[in-house]
């Protein structure tokens, strides 16, 4: 074959696996970017909703309207702020809910014990803390609308540490790459595990977090109530307050924190109420 003789262009037709797959590929994006789409276009109050029908449609929306799922939470906790109040407008507390409040607290005998902790700095697994190791981290106030699922909410000061404070402070493990090595951060957010779980020190109330939500600015853990200690039925001596959630998240008198990349056990979700529970 000589340098100037034409090389016959050669038209291959794709075959039909090829255009199925593009297919498949543009199906794909096109469902991804509707779904983000209507989860903007869909408030708060509907997205409970959409939960509950998703079961009766077929798989690709549904696997679509999953991707979804996890950009609405990463908005819904990280993107917006609980409203806040000037201290005349706290009202009169209520009390609600007394489960694994039954033994009475006293500091001599409390301690907060968290699991799931880095180990590569040499620290273990499994550390105890106390509440002074808490009021050592920075500490905030916050007036926020308290809101139970049973229709009432007041309003309230609430003082204490961020856990994402703590957090930083004490890093929870970090996920790890295939070969075992911990992930960098992405955008500034530590590879933390996805879930933080807590429970009363009798184990008898306990709550799931997604991470997000725990990180979130607002989420206190929480040692004054209206500029005084926690008095035993608000959860002495440390509660959560987590004003993107409905009461039920905001667990009192935490004994155990537990970092797991597994959803973890909530008592309220196990009688029948959204995991989530975001206001
Ligand atoms: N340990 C524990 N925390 C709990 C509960 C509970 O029963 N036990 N109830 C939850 C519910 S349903 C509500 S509305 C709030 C009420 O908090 P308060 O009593 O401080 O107003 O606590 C939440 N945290
Ligand atoms: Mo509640």
Same mark, same amino acid.
């Not at 340098?3 to 590929?25: C, F, G, H």
């Given at each position: 074959?000589?340098?100037?003789?034409?090389?016959p262009i050669?038209l291959?037709p794709?075959?039909?696996?090829d255009?199925?797959q593009?297919?498949?590929?543009?199906?794909?994006?096109?469902? #991804?970017?509707?779904? #983000?789409?209507?989860?903007f276009?869909?408030?708060? /109050?509907?997205w409970?909703?959409?939960?509950?029908?998703?079961?009766?449609i077929p798989?690709?929306?549904r696997?679509?309207?999953?991707?979804?799922?996890?950009?609405?939470?990463d908005f819904?906790?990280?993107g917006? *702020?609980?409203?806040?109040? /000037?201290?005349?407008?706290?009202?009169?507390?209520?009390t609600?809910?007394? &489960?694994? *409040?039954?033994?009475?607290?006293?500091?001599?005998?409390w301690t907060?014990? &968290?699991?799931?902790?880095?180990?590569s700095?040499?620290?273990?697994?499994?550390?105890?803390?106390?509440l002074?190791?808490i009021?050592k981290?920075?500490?905030?106030?916050?007036?926020?609308?308290?809101?139970?699922?049973?229709?009432w909410?007041?309003?309230?000061?609430w003082?204490?540490?961020?856990l994402v404070?703590?957090?930083?402070?004490y890093?929870p493990a970090l996920k790890?790459?295939?070969?075992?090595?911990?992930l960098p951060p992405?955008?500034?957010v530590p590879?933390?595990?996805?879930?933080?779980?807590?429970?009363t020190p009798?184990k008898? !109330?306990?709550?799931?977090?997604d991470?997000?939500?725990?990180?979130?600015?607002?989420?206190l853990?929480?040692y004054?109530?209206?500029?005084?200690p926690l008095?035993?039925?608000?959860?002495?001596p440390?509660?959560?307050?987590?004003?993107?959630?409905?009461?039920?998240?905001?667990?009192?008198?935490?004994?155990?924190?537990?970092?797991?990349?597994?959803?973890p056990?909530?008592?309220?979700a196990e009688?029948g109420?959204?995991? !989530?529970?975001?206001l």
């Amino acid at each position: 074959m000589t340098a100037n003789e034409e090389q016959p262009i050669k038209l291959t037709p794709p075959d039909d696996s090829d255009v199925e797959q593009q297919m498949r590929r543009m199906s794909r994006r096109s469902l #991804v970017k509707g779904a #983000v789409g209507i989860a903007f276009v869909l408030g708060a /109050r509907h997205w409970v909703d959409t939960r509950r029908t998703r079961q009766g449609i077929p798989w690709p929306l549904r696997r679509a309207l999953q991707v979804n799922e996890e950009i609405w939470h990463d908005f819904a906790s990280t993107g917006h *702020l609980a409203p806040t109040f /000037r201290s005349t407008q706290i009202t009169r507390a209520r009390t609600n809910g007394d &489960v694994g *409040l039954s033994d009475i607290q006293d500091l001599s005998t409390w301690t907060l014990k &968290v699991s799931g902790l880095d180990t590569s700095t040499g620290d273990p697994d499994t550390r105890s803390f106390t509440l002074d190791d808490i009021k050592k981290l920075p500490a905030h106030t916050i007036i926020t609308q308290f809101k139970c699922i049973e229709g009432w909410s007041y309003i309230m000061s609430w003082r204490g540490a961020r856990l994402v404070d703590f957090m930083e402070k004490y890093s929870p493990a970090l996920k790890t790459d295939d070969s075992g090595n911990p992930l960098p951060p992405v955008n500034g957010v530590p590879a933390y595990p996805n879930f933080v779980s807590m429970s009363t020190p009798d184990k008898q !109330y306990f709550v799931g977090l997604d991470m997000q939500s725990a990180r979130h600015p607002q989420t206190l853990l929480c040692y004054e109530m209206n500029g005084k200690p926690l008095t035993q039925e608000h959860g002495a001596p440390l509660r959560l307050i987590i004003p993107v959630k409905y009461g039920v998240k905001n667990i009192k008198r935490i004994g155990n924190i537990h970092y797991t990349n597994q959803r973890p056990a909530d008592y309220w979700a196990e009688q029948g109420y959204d995991w !989530y529970a975001e206001l």
